[in-house]
């Protein structure tokens, strides 16, 4: 695995502190100001990772949108953008069918480093060498306004009734 994932900087801007605990039992403290980003109109962000999901690159507006640098994303767990308000069921559902060789699709709230956030129409593909699995590729597009809604909402109850 990547090193351990740096505690989030305290933004400048009024924020709740939150601790994330992840899968393998790692917590993180991470800043969320409430403040949506609106995604960039025309771009891509398009990043790729190991089979552990520790990223291995990112694209330009990858590193525009999140507010980390290169040097801060490369090596480091794809969750470093976990946002808190996503539910743990649609990672975990995320990774069940990029693990299996299928393609994935799902609306994601990520969390920027300043602690503002935006939300992605995610397409999460395995990469394939010689017939194996060597990692995965997400390519993040622009998504519609009323499916971050219902997403807002879906997310909210499947949040309520996560345990831990």
């Known amino acids: 695995m990547g090193s351990p994932l740096p ?14 605990t992840y899968h393998d039992g790692t917590s993180r403290i991470v800043y969320d100001s409430g403040v ?10 398009v990043s790729r990772t190991d089979l552990d999901g520790i990223l291995t690159h990112v694209n330009d507006a990858f ?9 801060e994303l ?22 069940a069918t990029a693990e299996s060789g299928q393609k994935w699709h799902g609306y994601v709230k990520n969390l920027c ?9 995610a397409t999460v593909v ?17 998504p519609s306004r ?3 809604e219902a997403a807002i909402a879906q997310y909210a109850d499947m949040k309520q009734n996560e345990e831990g």
């Open 146 to 148: 009323s499916k971050i």
């Open 7 to 20: 505690d989030a900087n305290k933004p400048d801007m009024p924020s709740e502190q939150i601790t994330l």
């Open 63 to 71: 590193v525009e949108i999140s507010g980390y640098g290169v040097d």
């Open 36 to 45: 949506e980003r609106p995604y960039p109109d025309g771009k891509l962000i």
């Open 126 to 142: 395995p990469n394939v060498r010689h017939g194996k699995t060597v990692g995965y590729t997400s390519v993040r597009r622009k």
């Open 113 to 121: 480093k300043d602690g503002s956030h935006y939300w992605v129409y």
């Open 74 to 95: 490369i090596s480091q767990p794809q969750s470093i953008l976990r946002h808190p308000d996503m539910p743990k069921a649609a990672y975990k559902d995320l990774w």
